[in-house]
């Protein structure tokens, strides 16, 4: 029986590059990371946030956000949506097949949408993905997949969008 966390090695941006054990499900890795990138970019005078979905007093699920976050830095708004994909090092399954394709589809175009409507207002809008392997403990590799790109790959029936359609992600060129 496997254990319900897996211990993945985080290449974690926190002034210096220092590497961190983290014990998370598949799917919070990034989000992991990208919390304390906010944390730390709000404490040296910038601002960043994740956006959450829509919620009753009770709690109960109404929306989902339009995109995870955003990052205002040195007079530039930067939107995006975060992705893990640890199932393939050289691509992107940007696409869905079979039944539980329609709804995921159906919500990375409505979030690429979004994006490019901030997009039209002046932000960068894209979808960072983590590009990793399963069950290893090396950092992973952050790639900016312009909004868009993805949008048309959605609406062209692109499956897959390759590693080097994007361009990597380094926090620090944007805040420097």
């Known amino acids: 029986m496997n254990p319900p966390f897996i ?3 985080v290449s974690f941006f926190s ?3 220092i ?5 998370c499900r598949p799917g919070e890795l ?3 990371y990208l919390d304390q990138v906010c944390k730390y970019l709000n404490s040296v005078g910038f601002h960043a946030h ?3 979905p829509k919620r009753s007093f009770s709690g109960k699920y109404i929306e989902g956000e339009p995109f995870d976050y955003e990052f205002f830095i040195n007079g530039k708004v930067y939107c995006f949506d975060a992705k ?3 199932s393939d090092p050289h691509q992107w399954k940007v696409k869905l097949t079979g039944q539980r394709g329609i709804k995921t589809n159906a919500r990375i175009l409505k979030q690429a949408t979004n994006l490019l409507n901030c997009k039209r207002q002046g932000a960068e809008a894209f979808f960072l993905v983590a590009f990793g392997h399963k069950n290893n403990t090396s950092p992973f590799k952050l790639v900016m997949y312009d909004a868009e790109l993805v949008y048309n790959a959605l609406l062209n ?3 897959f969008l390759q590693f080097t359609e994007g361009c990597e992600f380094d926090i620090n060129k944007l805040i420097n």
């Open 84 to 86: 893990e994909n640890f």
């Open 19 to 23: 590497l961190l054990n983290i014990h």
């Open 157 to 159: 029936d692109k499956r």
């Open 15 to 17: 002034g210096d590059n």
């Open 7 to 9: 211990i993945k090695e």
């Open 30 to 32: 990034l989000e992991i």
């Open 50 to 52: 994740k956006n959450h």
